[in-house]
């Protein structure tokens, strides 16, 4: 079994920063790909980020030049630097784990508990 834990969530102006961190603890050698993906009220959840232990990334248009995706291997740890927020960036933002790096959250085979960011003035 694979546990995630998130932390780092909370309530930002819009144009702030924050940053999300994901430590993975457990049967950690399935895991290739980790991630976050988000889900607001009334939308599809969204793949966010993800990236691999090589370091390879996908990113989802709309954080596209905002959102930075970094990985330590070494402490099972991936963060989620998010900078220039923007209200409809409001949302749950939940860490996942795979073998694969694809957009296909279905693909995903761990999911943490889940993080609120907030994004108001």
């Known amino acids: 079994q694979v546990q995630l834990v998130e932390s780092g969530g909370g309530l930002v102006q819009p144009g702030g920063s924050l940053r999300l961190s994901c430590a993975a603890s457990?049967?950690?050698?399935?895991?290739?790909?980790m991630g976050w993906y988000r889900q607001a009220p009334g939308k599809e959840r969204e793949l966010v980020a993800a990236i691999t232990s090589g370091g390879s990334t996908n990113y989802a248009d709309s954080v596209k030049g905002r959102f930075t995706i970094s990985r330590d291997n070494a402490k099972n740890t991936v963060y989620l630097q998010m900078n220039s927020l923007k209200p409809e960036d409001t949302a749950v933002y939940y860490c996942?784990?795979?073998?694969?790096?694809?957009?296909?959250?279905?693909?995903?085979?761990?999911w943490g508990q889940g993080t609120q960011v907030t994004v108001s003035s």
């Open positions: 457990g049967s950690i050698f399935s895991i290739n790909a």
């Open positions: 996942i784990g795979g073998r694969f790096l694809v957009a296909d959250l279905s693909w995903y085979d761990y």
